[in-house]
């Protein structure tokens, strides 16, 4: 496509549902990166693809939350047991190269009730 | 521990004025800076650069960096309503390829 699609656009969980959150980057983006943004902040990195290789998850914040990326292209970040501090706006982004700047996606705005 | 700090976080400005955003940072191996624009959505790509005292510009907009002052500003002259937005300053932290961001500029413009 255009651009990076993310779905759904919107979430709503209860506190300990499990949540799949999709991203599909712009078509023979090699590099692909998840973002958290809390309300009125700046995005903080979660995790880093290069192709299919997971190559830094230094930024997700517990082991609730797990992402993967089997093929290369489309990319899931899962979180399980959902918690309320969860509730924020995930951000996916893709980039054609390590020099070369990140193209982001809407979003998708999580909510935990 | 890299960081990247933005002024002012908020900024109200009539239609027709110029702002001046500012970024400053502290990061290991710096390779560029880049800055963004968003609205109700995706941050959107303005500028990324990577040579001090070089000016990259698009339009109203305009950017530099000066890499000895650990510095960039981007200026918007003649400002719009549509120009309302946060704008976001990141950089690759540690030299590698993930973004630290800064809280943002939200500027707003009114007619």
């Known amino acids: 496509g255009a651009g990076v699609s993310q779905s759904p656009r919107y979430k709503v969980a209860k506190r300990g549902q499990d949540v799949a959150l999709r991203c599909d980057p712009i078509s023979g983006h090699v590099s692909l990166f998840w973002y958290q943004q809390a309300l009125g902040q700046g995005p903080e990195f979660l995790t880093y693809?290069?192709?299919?290789?997971?190559?830094?998850k230094s930024g997700l914040p517990s082991d609730r939350f797990f992402a993967e990326r089997p093929e290369g292209s489309v990319s899931t970040l899962k979180i399980q047991r959902t918690q309320q501090e969860d509730s924020a706006v995930y951000l996916c982004?893709?980039?054609?190269?390590?020099?070369?700047?990140?193209?982001f996606g809407d979003g998708t705005r999580l909510s935990i009730l | 521990e890299d960081k990247v700090v933005q002024s002012p976080l908020s900024l109200v400005v009539h239609e027709g004025d110029t702002v001046t955003l500012n970024c400053s940072y502290e990061v290991t191996n710096f390779r560029s800076l880049l800055w963004y624009k968003q609205e109700k959505k995706a941050p959107t790509f303005l500028f990324m650069l990577t040579s001090s005292g070089i000016e990259k510009k698009s339009g109203r907009l305009s950017s530099i960096l000066d890499k000895k002052e650990l510095f960039s500003i981007l200026n918007i002259t003649a400002t719009q309503t549509g120009d309302s937005a946060v704008y976001l300053c990141?950089?690759?932290?540690?030299?590698?390829?993930?973004?630290?961001f800064g809280k943002g500029t939200r500027l707003s413009v009114i007619a």
């Open positions: 693809f290069q192709n299919e290789a997971q190559l830094d």
């Open positions: 990141a950089v690759p932290y540690s030299g590698n390829t993930p973004l630290v």
């Open positions: 982004a893709s980039s054609s190269g390590s020099n070369q700047p990140q193209h």
